[in-house]
């Protein structure tokens, strides 16, 4: 996921249309462990644009059809269309998958 994280940050540095956010879904008995490696993230990359943050569910918001048994979801929106999703299974996202994701970026900037 880092490495996804940190190619976005630099997208959104280049072109301040461009919003993004993470969100780590979690259960209450892991938060404090989320929340520290979220920070750890940010600080050891420089991550400056995209905003780390959590959510206490693990499945996530019913409405974002979180792929079941994905470590990683990526949706990029449009207004409030879904114009690309990615569901990496564990382990999956690796820079392949993160330039398939960047490939689709074009979908929701006018450009």
Known sequence: ???????VDEKIAENPELKAFVVRLTDTDGEAEVVKALRDL???HGIEHV????????AGPPSYKIAE????TVLLWR???VEAKHAFAPGQLDEEGVKRV???LPKILDE
């Open 79 to 81: 207004q409030i269309e």
């Open 51 to 58: 905003p780390l943050t959590l959510m206490e569910d693990p």
């Open 42 to 44: 940010a600080a050891e």
């Open 1 to 7: 996921m880092t490495g996804l994280v940190k190619a």
């Open 69 to 72: 048994g994905a470590e990683v």
């Open 102 to 104: 960047l490939a689709d």
